[in-house]
């Protein structure tokens, strides 16, 4: 090697120290990888700082021609922030909940991500047995503002805790910043196909843990109101379906609570839940879905050793239960409303689990409940017939 060259390679070398000690942002002198990107402490706190807490500086505007960091030299560049802010995005800074710094470590934290996820799910079922609230917000409402709902004490209906318990599923899984980078749409899509999902699974091992027969609210009362038993007659087969497949597979494979908060995030994530899914979201579920799945895999490994692969098989297999009991609910769903069309279901109830556009994915052509379904119909709508001619009869009367 000539001296010229060794001159040349020991210049880039030095040059890449350099740059490897700036902080990408800022070119102040950086300290370690934050947020994806090697920064200094002053520009891992601002993004951090901006994305969670400051609406106003994430829409104002450069003053000048966004060329601030161009033109000066740290720390003066730092006192434009929407330009800050963009350069914080440009270099690849993206902000990281707790659940996701603990799923990136590969295992290594699977105690902390079992702790997270059981602090979100008590949240939710406090919530479900001591608060309500009084508003009615739609699911774009909720989705645009996370706090649009005020909940209060108060004691709740069946309805109400359907309503309920969508919307704090919903607010719980904003919180997870990878679901925050979703576009609005895929979002929406998420949520309107999952809602109902997430209740019955969640539902289900609550009705285990509290050791009922049956799937009911959080304070013991029955998930349909009288009225619904009255009109499906003899359809109260499938009703019973509902309240008790999904628990009963529960404790037939005794799954426990550790592996229900996997589960819940594995069916949730699920990116083929709509082709409607832009291939960015269908990236990125598919991608936490996987991290999920992994750290479920570990758990069974280090709970049931050599039999965690068919334990694992077991657990994932109620994804198609899940699936089947969220058909059958949306038909009853469906049905109720064109019997009593007059019922005032909740706006986020209604997006969630009644609208045609959230019917999920067609059952599998090898399962059973599809002709099972059919007969459900054709029993529900001669019932709906005997209804209404009964009124044309008290009406004549």
Known sequence: MSASASIQENEELEERKVVNTLCLVCKDKGVANFNNVFSCAACKSFFTRTLRESK?????????????????????????????????????MFLSSRIEEALNLRGLALNQVIVILSKKDYRIQNKLLTHYSVQDPTL???????????????KITAHEWAYLDVYSRIVSYLEFDFINFLDYKDKKILFTYNSMRMLLLGGAMRTVREKRAMLMTPNGENVYPEVVYQLFGG?????????????????ELQVTYEEYLFLMNIFFLNPS??????????????????KFSYHLLLYCQHTYQQHAPSRFANLLSLMTVVDRISSRLQCVSMLFQAMVPTFPFKKLVADTFVNIGTLPPPLQADEVPVPVQQEFFKEAMQNIKSVNDLKMEQMEY
């Open 56 to 92: 106003r500086i994430k829409d104002s505007v450069c003053k000048y021609q966004w060329d601030c960091f161009d033109q000066e030299e740290p720390p003066k560049s730092r006192r434009c922030a929407p330009c800050r802010l963009k350069k914080c995005l440009d270099v690849g």
């Open 140 to 154: 774009d409402q909720v989705l645009s503002n996370a706090d649009c709902a005020r909940l209060t004490p108060v």
């Open 235 to 251: 359809c109260q087969r499938v009703l019973m379906e509902i309240c008790c497949e999904l628990s009963g597979k529960l404790i």
């Open 273 to 290: 839940i709509s082709e409607q899914l832009s291939d960015n979201a269908k990236a990125t579920l598919a991608d936490f879905q996987e």
